[in-house]
């Protein structure tokens, strides 16, 4: 015997039956700090500094397992009463100046600040060059009277040739 089930009511049934394997997977919620003054800095420092897994993303933002991590190391920097400026240097101590959003201006960051225009501007120079010299190879690379005799027989037999 065939069931006569409205189709929005099988869509239903169809969505309810996909979404209770997703329901009994879900995790938890990450307890955040007993203070919420002490998480809204957290949050507010670790939007400065980046992802060591992501690094493209914030360390607030990030998902990954290192970067709840990290979120938890700024939490017990900040209950034994560090400032952000001592949690910040503790992190670059330890990760280096990379986990931060905007590393300091010395030597050994030059790259990072200056690498992408350096490349600019020698990827300008290279195009320049390639383009002066394809000029000036297609400037010499003129047809002597014998080809263009040969050219013109050719192009002229083709014509003719009906």
């Known amino acids: 015997m065939r069931l006569n ?3 929005a009511l099988r869509a239903g049934m169809v969505a309810l039956v996909l979404w209770l394997p997703l329901a009994a997977i879900a995790g938890e919620a990450v307890p955040v700090a007993q203070d919420p003054v002490l998480e809204q800095r957290m949050i507010a420092l670790s939007e400065d500094l980046r992802c060591l897994v992501c690094q493209n993303e914030s360390l607030a933002g990030s998902r990954a397992d290192l970067a709840q991590d990290l979120r938890q190391e700024i939490r017990e920097q900040m209950r034994a009463g560090k400032s952000d400026k001592e949690v910040v240097s503790y992190l670059t101590q330890r990760y280096g100046d990379f986990v931060l959003y905007k590393p ?3 030597p050994l960051t030059w ?9 600019l501007i020698g990827a300008a120079g290279g195009f320049y060059f390639y383009l002066k010299r394809r000029g000036t190879r297609l400037a010499s690379e003129t047809l002597s009277a014998e080809e263009k005799q040969r050219v013109e027989a050719l192009l002229g037999s083709n014509g003719n040739e009906s």
């Open 111 to 119: 790259l990072l600040w200056f690498g992408p225009f350096a490349l």
């Open 104 to 106: 300091p201006l010395k």
């Open 5 to 7: 089930i409205k189709p």
